[in-house]
């Protein structure tokens, strides 16, 4: 299990011990890097869950540290290591149903987005969401 995924998720409070976790996620990264060619593009989409958005208001102050979680990532990501910067795409889109009521996985429409932030930075075309059909 992802040390990020497991630190969101229980809300811990960031303090230099439990950013060091958060550091690790990068480095494997890169040793990932180390093993390819150099002709291979590498990226990192680390998935936030729906507890990084959402949360009582007794405990929105929780929200901050999910910030802080994902900010700590993309600042210790290797060079060679493309972030795909799933968690502040997913902000402009939380008056849309990306994450079900009841759960903290995200659904099909946030990997949409997920997916066509990945194929934008690497320079691949998508379909536009109008061109799917919506299926119930």
């Known amino acids: 299990r992802d040390q990020a995924g497991r630190l969101l998720e ?9 950013e060091q976790p958060l550091r690790q996620v990068a480095r494997r990264e890169a040793r990932a890097g180390d093993a390819l060619d150099d002709d291979v593009r590498l990226y990192s989409l680390v998935v936030p869950h729906a ?3 959402y949360a009582p208001s007794n405990y929105s102050y929780l929200l ?4 802080r979680s994902f900010d700590v990532i993309a600042d210790n990501m290797p060079a060679g290591v493309e972030y795909v910067d799933v968690y502040n795409l997913f902000k402009s ?3 849309e149903p990306i994450y079900p009521r009841t759960e903290h996985h995200w659904n099909a429409l946030a990997a949409y987005y997920a997916v066509g932030e990945l194929c934008r930075l690497a320079g691949v075309s998508y379909p536009e969401l109008s061109a799917f059909r919506e299926e119930v």
């Open 51 to 53: 507890s990084s958005y």
């Open 93 to 95: 889109h939380l008056d």
């Open 10 to 18: 229980v809300g811990q409070v960031l303090g230099d011990d439990q």
């Open 64 to 67: 901050d540290y999910a910030e």
